[in-house]
Every structure is written in C-alpha cells, then in structure tokens.
C-alpha cells in the first residue's frame, strides 16, 4: 500500500508561485508514474500533470503548460510541482497520485493510490 503526503500548498496572489511536495512511503519509488490532479470546488478532479518512472518524459494539461513543472526525486521519494505564474481558475485542491506504470497515464481511473490532498488559492 502506497501512502502519499502532499505539502505546500497555500494562499497567493495572483501571479505567484507555489511548489507542492508528495512524499511516497513506497520503495522503489522509481516503480511508479506519479502524477498530480485538482479539483476546483463543484467541479470534477481533473488531470494537471505526470511523469514518468525514471523523470524523463512529462506530460501537461493544455492549462497548465509553460506555467507548471512536474518533476521528481526517486532517492528522496517525493515527487513536486512548481507553479508559476499562477491564476485564480488554478484554486483548486490538488493530489497526488502514484500508479505501478511504465506508462503516462493521465486518467483518474488509471491511479490505484491517492494523497489527502493540498489546498492551493490563488486571490486576485
């Protein structure tokens, strides 16, 4: 069973930056495609970004490219996201998730394992 932890999240002003943290309980974390999700309140979880075991191939939603970086730290088992330039449509609580995948996959369904969840608001 992988536990994940998020941190980081907050409030910002409207063109601000935030970097989340998700630390993994599992080892080796290098097995699992880590990816993080949001979901804006009365809205569905939605894809923002995953990575791939070794860190090498990324993927992006269409709102969030060229503002967000996704990358990770398999000896530190932590995955992060950097958030730069940042909106008020970006408040939302944001998750992590891990799936055992050689994959992207950017599908809810496609994740077995979940975080509590950070909240992150953005106030113009």
């Known amino acids: 069973q992988v536990q994940l932890v998020e941190s980081g999240g907050g409030l910002v002003q409207a063109g601000g930056s935030l970097r989340l943290s998700c630390a993994a309980s599992e080892r080796p974390f290098n097995n699992y495609a880590m990816s993080w999700f949001r979901q804006a309140p009365g809205k569905e979880r939605e894809f923002v970004a995953v990575?791939?075991?070794?860190?090498?191939?990324?993927d992006y939603a269409d709102s969030v490219k060229g503002r967000f970086t996704i990358s990770r730290d398999n000896a530190k088992n932590t995955v992060y996201l950097q958030m730069n330039s940042l909106k008020p449509e970006d408040t939302a609580v944001y998750y992590c998730?891990?799936?055992?995948?050689?994959?992207?996959?950017?599908?809810?369904?496609?994740?077995?394992?979940w975080g509590q969840g950070t909240q992150v608001t953005v106030f113009s």
């Open positions: 998730a891990a799936q055992y995948t050689a994959y992207l996959p950017t599908n809810i369904r496609d994740y077995d394992y």
């Open positions: 990575i791939s075991r070794s860190g090498g191939r990324t």
